[in-house]
């Protein structure tokens, strides 16, 4: 009677250790592409807002409005006034750092070779025995 009870329990054990109780359900590839595709249309709407400035500036520029009259148009957008000289000349400065910081992160395409591991090793003894004989240097009785 109890190796029968035994051997039930050690089933029903094993059947719900293998079984989830409840089933997983593929939601966060699911956010995480509504959230890409949020990103990548609020991206297109900047892009064509600042083209959009772009050509309003040209427009003036041609119209013969002076450098201090281009300076002061604004327009109102999302209830906030925006003036579009200064708006334009932040978002050259940002796609400089943006283009600075994609070329900074450029993957190389090197791994690790034994040369290089040796060549660290042997540089890290060189600095640890350099370290131990600052340590050790006497001056006349005391060590210093």
């Excluded at 595709?37 to 400035?53: D, G, N, P, T």
Aim: with cysteine.
């Amino acid at each position: 009677m109890q190796r029968n009870l035994f051997l039930l329990l050690s089933l029903c054990g094993f059947l719900f250790w293998k079984t989830p109780l409840l089933p997983v359900q593929p939601v966060f590839a699911q956010e995480l592409d509504e959230q890409i595709e949020k990103e990548v249309k609020a991206e297109k709407e900047r892009q064509k807002f600042i083209e959009e400035m772009q050509t309003l500036l040209d427009a003036a520029m041609k119209s013969g409005y002076s450098e201090k009259e281009m300076r002061e148009i604004t327009v109102t957008r999302n209830g906030k006034v925006l003036h579009i000289w200064d708006f334009l000349e932040q978002e050259k400065l940002r796609e400089k750092k943006d283009a600075l910081a994609r070329k900074s992160s450029i993957p190389r395409d090197r791994y690790l070779t034994v040369m290089d591991i040796a060549d660290e090793l042997e540089g890290g003894e060189t600095r640890d025995l350099d370290a131990l004989k600052d340590k050790s240097i006497f001056v006349g009785a005391e060590e210093k």
